[in-house]
C-alpha cells in the first residue's frame, strides 16, 4: 500500500475514533452537508456497529439492563475502548473489568457480562481429542501419570452473585429475580458439549479439582491432593463420580496435545 493512502487512512481512522479535528479536510465540504457533519456521521456509524457488536456479544446483560441503559453503557465502553482488533469476534474482551471498574455497587452487570463472554468463548473455542471413555481404555493404566488439562472450551468463573438463576431466566425471556450477593463465592464452569455451550455451579470440592486439572495434574496427583483433604475411601468415592461426569462432558484433555483449530 502507497504510503500516502496510508496516512490518509490513518489520519481519517484518527478522525472517527479520536475525534482528530484535522480530518474534516479529507472530507467534501459544501452547502448541503458539511464536512464535520459528514465526519460526524461517520462516527456515530462506528459507535453503533460496535454498540452492535457488544449487544449481540453479552445478550444476555442487553436483556438484563434494557435497549436505553445498555447502549448508554456500551457506548462508554466504545469511547473508552475503541476496537483494536480486524475480528470483531474478539471485540469486548475486557467489557466485564469495565463494568466492574464503573459500577463496583452493581457487581452482577460485570459477572453477567464475564458468563455471557465466556459462553460465547466457548462455543467457537478451538478443537482438541477428548480424553474420553475411549481413549483411558486404550492409555491403559498410564494415563493416570499423564498431565491433564480442561478442554479449551472449559473455563473456571468465580461468581459472588446469583447470575446463574440471573441468566437462566433472561435465557427463557422470564423475569429475572433481584440480584443476591453470596456469602461466599462459587465458581461456575463453562464449557461446550458437541456443539452447544453449557454452565453449571460447583461444590467447592469439585471447583478445587478442576483448578488442580486446570494447572496440569495429573490424576495421580489429584488423587494424592484429595485423599490428604477427605481420605483415601471418600477421595475414592467423588473422584470416580466427577471422572464420569467429566468424560461423559467432554471436559478432560492431555495437556501434552496441541491445538487443532476446526
Known sequence: MPEALREVQQRFLSGIIGGDAGAEALIV?????????????????????????????????????????????????????????????????????????????????AELAQLDWALRSAFDAPDIPLLDAAAVGALGDAWIERRLALHPSASLIAVRFNVATLWSALDAEEEPPEPVEFAAPVTLLVWRSGQQPHFRSLSPAEADALAQIEAGASFTDLSAHLIDHVGEAAAMEELAAWLGQWLADGLLVLADQPFAVT
Not at 47 to 65: N, Q, T
Open 29 to 109: 465540504d459544501d452547502e448541503r452537508v458539511g464536512a464535520r457533519q459528514r465526519l460526524d456521521i461517520y462516527r456515530n456509524n462506528y459507535r453503533a456497529s460496535l454498540v452492535g457488536v457488544l449487544s449481540d456479544h453479552f445478550e444476555r446483560l442487553h436483556a438484563y439492563l434494557g435497549d436505553e441503559q445498555f447502549d448508554n453503557v456500551a457506548g462508554a465502553y466504545v469511547a473508552a475502548h475503541p476496537s483494536a482488533t480486524r475480528n470483531l469476534r474478539y471485540y469486548g474482551d475486557v467489557f466485564p473489568a469495565f463494568l466492574a471498574q464503573h459500577f463496583p455497587g452493581d457487581g452482577e452487570l
